[in-house]
T-cell receptor, first 114, second 110 residues
Framework: DAGVTQSPTHLIKTRGQHVTLRCSPISGHKSVSWYQQVLGQGPQFIFQYYEKEERGRGNFPDRFSARQFPNYSSELNVNALLLGDSALYLC?????????????FGQGTRLTVV | QKEVEQNSGPLSVPEGAIASLNCTYSDRVSQSFFWYRQYSGKSPELIMSIYSNGDKEDGRFTAQLNKASQYVSLLIRDSQPSDSATYLCAPRGTGNQFYFGTGTSLTVIP
């Protein structure tokens, strides 16, 4: 079975631009969460979606948005990119949204803003 | 503000020794706890989950949980050079999101 897949794996953008990151969860998983990990830090929660509905939002500005599609894949959008948005963006997949549920990460998208 | 603190690294142990990784968390309603391993430049990989107080063993790994003390730990027995990585402690609360610590860097010396 395929794991969590994210695309693209690497991306270089210029300040002020917009970026869309994509995630396909493990087959059968209905929940997708997005995390941002800057160098030397642990991942920080951005969004959680379940059955196409937003179930949680972290402390990120409105420049960050996301959605989940009927096939449970998800997009993370970031507008007006800043240098500080440079990070590894991680997508985590789980089959439901109760605490005793394991989550599995994709390989991540490394975004560099120049 | 939910916080997770892990023992400061880097931690170095000789091959074959026991590595002990510790984590305390501030959110009392956290119900489940996960340990992830992250190699440099890679994404986190789930290695253990624990939901009840006590010990849980899986191969060379043992997770220990004490909810009253808000403490969770990971022991790695017979450490191998391939265990060299950053280990992330991740409590999960009723909001179902992870709160990660900054991680503990482990180096196993051959």
């Amino acid at each position: 079975d395929a794991g969590v897949t994210q695309s693209p794996t690497h991306l270089i953008k210029t300040r002020g631009q917009h970026v869309t990151l994509r995630c396909s969860p493990i087959s059968g998983h209905k929940s997708v969460s997005w995390y941002q990990q800057v160098l030397g830090q642990g991942p920080q929660f951005i969004f959680q979606y379940y059955e196409k509905e937003e179930r949680g939002r972290g402390n990120f500005p409105d420049r960050f948005s996301a959605r989940q599609f009927p096939n449970y894949s998800s997009e993370l959008n970031v507008n007006a990119l800043l240098l500080g948005d440079s990070a590894l963006y991680l997508c985590a997949s789980s089959w439901r949204t109760v605490p005793n549920t394991e989550a599995f990460f994709g390989q991540g998208t490394r975004l560099t803003v120049v | 503000q939910k916080e997770v603190e892990q023992n400061s690294g880097p931690l170095s142990v000789p091959e074959g020794a026991i590595a002990s990784l510790n984590c305390t968390y501030s959110d009392r309603v956290s119900q489940s706890f996960f340990w992830y391993r992250q190699y440099s430049g890679k994404s986190p990989e789930l290695i253990m989950s624990i939901y009840s107080n006590g010990d849980k063993e899986d191969g060379r790994f043992t997770a220990q949980l004490n909810k009253a003390s808000q403490y969770v730990s990971l022991l790695i027995r017979d450490s191998q050079p391939s265990d060299s990585a950053t280990y992330l402690c991740a409590p999960r609360g009723t909001g179902n999101q992870f709160y990660f610590g900054t991680g503990t860097s482990l180096t196993v010396i051959p």
